[in-house]
C-alpha cells in the first residue's frame, strides 16, 4: 500500500526520533526540585512572615525557622497556608507558559511539565498525608479552630483533587513527548517510563541527601526529606496508570529532551545549592 508523502511510515517516524538524553532529565529534575523547595520555604513562608512583620530565624530546603511566641494565631496560619499557596501560584504560571510555548524547545517544555506537575502532587500531599497523621504546615494551621476534625477533613479532600488535577494534566501533557501511534505502543511506554521514573528517583534521593546536611533535627531527613519526597511524588508513578491513550492531536514525532549543557550546568549549580547553602539552611 502506498503511503501518503504527508504520513510518514512507522519505519521513517522511528529512524527520525531523537533519544532521550537522560543525564539533561536528571539535571532538569534538580532545578525544578530547588526551585520548588524555594517556592515553598522561602517565598512562601519566608516572604509571607517578613511581609507580617515576622522574623525567621533560618531557612533551608525543609523548614522555615521562626518563633510564633506572641504572634496572633491569624498571622502564623497565613505563613503556615502561605508555602503551598506559592507552590499552586507557581504551578498557575508554569502551566500557563506550557499552554503559551506550543512549539518551543522540548528541554523547556519538559521543565514546565514537570515542575506544574510536581507542585501540585507536592501541594496535594502537603494537605493529605501531613494533616490526616497530625504534623505539618496544615496541623498548625487548623490548631486552634474550631471543629479541627472537620476543617482537616476538608483540607484532605482539597489535597485530593489538587493532586487528581496534577494527574489530569500530567497525563495529558505528557503525551507530547511520547508521540502518536505510529512511533508503537511499546516505545511510548518506554519514553513515559524514562521521562517519570528518572525525575522520580533523581528528586527523592537529592532531597534526601539535602535534608541530611540540616541541623534542626534528625526527624526531618525521614519526614521532610524522604517521607516527602518519594512518597510525596509518588503520584507521578501513578501517570503511568493512566497514560494509555494518545489523543489524535499529538504530534507523530514526540519531543525529545536532548542533551543540553546549559540545563546541566543548571543542575550542577542547584545540586551545590541544594548540598551546601540550603541543605544546611541560611544564614548560618
Same mark, same amino acid.
Given at each position: 500500500?502506498?503511503?501518503?508523502?504527508?504520513?510518514?511510515?512507522?519505519?521513517?517516524?522511528?529512524?527520525?526520533?531523537?533519544?532521550?538524553?537522560?543525564? &539533561?532529565?536528571? !539535571?532538569?529534575?534538580?532545578? @525544578?526540585?530547588?526551585?520548588?523547595?524555594?517556592?515553598?520555604?522561602?517565598?512562601?513562608?519566608?516572604?509571607?512572615?517578613?511581609?507580617? $512583620?515576622?522574623?525567621?530565624?533560618?531557612?533551608?530546603?525543609?523548614?522555615?525557622?521562626?518563633?510564633?511566641? $506572641?504572634?496572633?494565631?491569624?498571622?502564623?496560619?497565613?505563613? +503556615?497556608?502561605?508555602? @503551598? %499557596?506559592?507552590?499552586?501560584?507557581?504551578?498557575?504560571? &508554569?502551566?500557563?507558559?506550557?499552554?503559551?510555548?506550543?512549539?518551543? +524547545?522540548? +528541554? *523547556?517544555?519538559?521543565?514546565?511539565?514537570?515542575?506544574? &506537575? +510536581?507542585?501540585?502532587?507536592?501541594?496535594? $500531599?502537603?494537605?493529605?498525608?501531613?494533616?490526616?497523621?497530625?504534623? %505539618?504546615?496544615?496541623?498548625? =494551621?487548623?490548631?486552634?479552630?474550631?471543629?479541627?476534625?472537620?476543617?482537616?477533613?476538608?483540607?484532605?479532600?482539597? $489535597?485530593?483533587?489538587?493532586?487528581?488535577?496534577?494527574?489530569?494534566?500530567?497525563?495529558?501533557?505528557?503525551?507530547? =513527548?511520547?508521540?502518536?501511534?505510529?512511533?508503537? /505502543?511499546?516505545?511510548?511506554?518506554?519514553?513515559?517510563?524514562?521521562?517519570?521514573?528518572?525525575?522520580?528517583?533523581?528528586?527523592?534521593?537529592?532531597?534526601?541527601?539535602?535534608?541530611?546536611?540540616?541541623?534542626?533535627?534528625?526527624?526531618?531527613?525521614?519526614?521532610?526529606?524522604?517521607? !516527602?519526597?518519594? %512518597? %510525596?511524588? !509518588?503520584?507521578?508513578?501513578?501517570?503511568?496508570?493512566?497514560?494509555?491513550?494518545?489523543?489524535?492531536?499529538?504530534?507523530?514525532? /514526540?519531543? *525529545?529532551?536532548?542533551?543540553?549543557?546549559?540545563?546541566?550546568?543548571?543542575?550542577?549549580?542547584?545540586?551545590?545549592? =541544594?548540598?551546601?547553602?540550603?541543605?544546611?539552611?541560611?544564614?548560618?
Amino acid at each position: 500500500m502506498d503511503v501518503s508523502p504527508s504520513t510518514p511510515s512507522k519505519t521513517a517516524v522511528q529512524s527520525i526520533v531523537a533519544h532521550i538524553d537522560l543525564l &539533561t532529565v536528571a !539535571a532538569i529534575t534538580i532545578v @525544578c526540585s530547588l526551585l520548588g523547595s524555594i517556592v515553598h520555604e522561602a517565598l512562601g513562608h519566608g516572604l509571607t512572615a517578613l511581609l507580617l $512583620g515576622l522574623h525567621p530565624q533560618h531557612v533551608s530546603t525543609v523548614d522555615l525557622g521562626i518563633s510564633y511566641v $506572641g504572634v496572633p494565631d491569624w498571622k502564623r496560619r497565613i505563613v +503556615n497556608a502561605a508555602g @503551598c %499557596g506559592a507552590q499552586i501560584l507557581a504551578a498557575l504560571i &508554569t502551566f500557563g507558559l506550557l499552554r503559551l510555548i506550543k512549539r518551543g +524547545n522540548a +528541554n *523547556t517544555r519538559y521543565f514546565l511539565w514537570l515542575f506544574t &506537575t +510536581n507542585s501540585l502532587f507536592s501541594v496535594g $500531599g502537603y494537605l493529605m498525608i501531613p494533616t490526616l497523621f497530625g504534623f %505539618g504546615d496544615w496541623e498548625s =494551621f487548623v490548631r486552634g479552630l474550631p471543629s479541627p476534625d472537620i476543617w482537616k477533613i476538608g483540607l484532605v479532600l482539597l $489535597g485530593v483533587l489538587i493532586s487528581l488535577l496534577g494527574l489530569f494534566l500530567g497525563v495529558r501533557y505528557l503525551e507530547p =513527548f511520547a508521540g502518536r501511534a505510529t512511533t508503537g /505502543p511499546e516505545a511510548r511506554r518506554r519514553r513515559r517510563l524514562k521521562l517519570i521514573f528518572t525525575p522520580y528517583l533523581v528528586s527523592g534521593i537529592v532531597a534526601t541527601l539535602a535534608s541530611v546536611f540540616n541541623p534542626t533535627s534528625p526527624l526531618l531527613i525521614l519526614i521532610s526529606g524522604a517521607a !516527602a519526597s518519594f %512518597g %510525596g511524588n !509518588a503520584f507521578l508513578l501513578f501517570i503511568l496508570s493512566f497514560a494509555h491513550k494518545t489523543p489524535a492531536t499529538t504530534s507523530e514525532i /514526540p519531543l *525529545t529532551p536532548t542533551r543540553d549543557w546549559l540545563w546541566i550546568g543548571l543542575g550542577i549549580v542547584a545540586l551545590f545549592v =541544594f548540598f551546601f547553602v540550603l541543605g544546611p539552611g541560611l544564614p548560618r
